[in-house]
């Protein structure tokens, strides 16, 4: 935490002092950057499909790496916003002397002028015995005034620069309070990774067999879940009006992740007309491929609808963690498979926020983030035993939306 450094501290860093430490902050992020790009690229040679144990294993070992070294990059973001803090501190003290000299300079040229203003030039005139000595106080009284406006200038601009470092400071405070928020999350992340790897093992016996019938039965059981969801979600209704949204081809949202890679887009694509995961049915969203732990970012302002987690009910192979945010644009935007939720019901959001992280839950052949866009009137967060006395999910909360209310999200994207 940032604190004001009494002015008498002989000890205290100086600005000096405190920069060179923010450099060698910046040395250290720009090396870690290093080491999480080659944990990533380890990741994806990995490969998407948990096809083996083995395999499996391995990604959650990697992915334990990468995040600790998510963890180390968000320490020491910390530690530079600290320092950050500790130099404004010191330069706004800085600044505060220097107006307090610069007003007690004014005040003194002040009491001079209002002395020599108190008697008329002929009174001075009459005070002195020659006229160069006139002429000289003269002089004097001319540089006491142009003294004076220099220093009222100089004043000026100490203010100015005393609210720019002000609202520095306020920014970057805030950016500190978002960053631990951000390393909590990592290490909730973390936590998850640990117990996936320890459950996964558990559950196979380290049996390869074991690992592949479980595989199985996880399919069967989402083909079958999938399969409830589209007859629910073709019963239910809704007329668009188009003019309640914003028009197909404006860029209204930012992309979710840092680095966007998609790996199946919305629609009729090749697995979902190939594989028997849907049926031959509309991919409802777009994926974007991404290890366990990477940040996702609002795309757009709003308000946290709902958040939840299908995996709390065992057997329910669906979004596993999710966040459903609606926007003040007619949209709402669905991220799913998440590995942290970082928001709660009712929060309000702002573009670019950090409010979570992707990860690998619910039916998920591999880490990624699943994005889904609704026209806000068409969708519904309601439990899966609303609409079905038996289902696998039961109690499980989730967006429901009539077919007609999923929009394709690169129709309200700026192009890669």
């Known amino acids: 935490m940032a604190f004001v450094y009494p002015l008498s501290q002989t000890k205290a860093e100086t600005i000096e002092q405190l920069q060179a430490r923010i450099e060698e902050r910046n040395d250290r992020l720009k090396s870690i950057e290093k080491e999480i790009a ?79 203003d108190q008697e008329s030039l002929v009174e001075v005139f009459l005070g002195y015995n020659n006229l160069a000595e006139f002429w000289s106080q003269i002089d004097d009284l001319d540089t006491v005034r142009n003294s004076m406006r220099e220093k009222v200038q100089k004043l000026t601009a100490l203010n100015t620069v005393l609210r720019s470092k002000k609202t520095d400071e306020t920014f970057k405070k805030t950016e500190l309070e978002s960053l631990k928020n951000q390393y909590s999350g990592q290490q909730a992340v973390l936590s998850e990774n640990k117990k996936e790897k320890n459950l996964l093992l558990q559950n196979t016996k380290s049996e390869e067999a074991t690992y592949q019938t479980l595989l199985q039965q996880k399919v069967s059981a989402q083909e079958t879940l999938l399969a409830e969801v589209q007859e629910i979600e073709s019963q239910i209704q809704f007329i668009l009006d188009p003019n309640k949204i914003p028009s197909p081809g404006t860029a ?9 890679i998609i790996t199946q887009r919305f629609g009729y694509t090749r697995f979902a007309m190939q594989s028997g995961a849907y049926k031959n049915n509309v991919h409802n969203g777009m994926d974007l491929g991404t290890p366990v732990g990477t940040k996702l970012y609002a795309p757009l302002s709003g308000t946290v609808r709902a958040a ?29 498979h998440l590995s942290h939720i970082g928001v709660d019901s009712g929060q309000s959001v702002s573009t670019g926020q950090v409010i979570g992280f992707t990860g ?57």
């Open 38 to 116: 080659e944990y990533e690229s380890a990741l994806a040679e990995v490969g998407a499909e948990r096809s083996t144990l083995e395999v499996a294993i391995r990604g959650l070992e990697l992915e334990r790496k990468k995040i600790n070294a998510d963890i180390t990059y968000t320490e020491n973001q910390i530690a530079h916003a600290d320092l950050e803090i500790d130099k404004l501190t010191l330069e706004i003290n800085d600044a505060e002397r220097k107006i307090i000299n610069s007003r007690a300079a004014v005040g003194e040229i002040l009491r001079k002028m209002s002395e020599s």
């Open 308 to 336: 939840g987690n299908t995996d709390l009910v065992p057997g329910c192979y669906s979004w596993g963690k999710w966040i459903l945010v609606d926007h003040p644009n007619g949209l709402s935007t669905l991220f799913a």
């Open 252 to 260: 209204v949202f930012r992309w979710p992740l840092d680095n966007n």
């Open 360 to 416: 690998n839950t619910g039916y998920s052949t591999g880490p990624h983030l699943h994005f889904t866009v609704y026209i806000s009137e068409a969708v519904t967060v309601q439990q899966f035993s609303k609409f079905k006395a038996v289902t696998s999910c039961g109690s499980a909360l989730s967006p429901f939306s009539s077919i007609d209310g999923y929009l394709d999200p690169l129709d309200y994207l700026s192009p890669l």
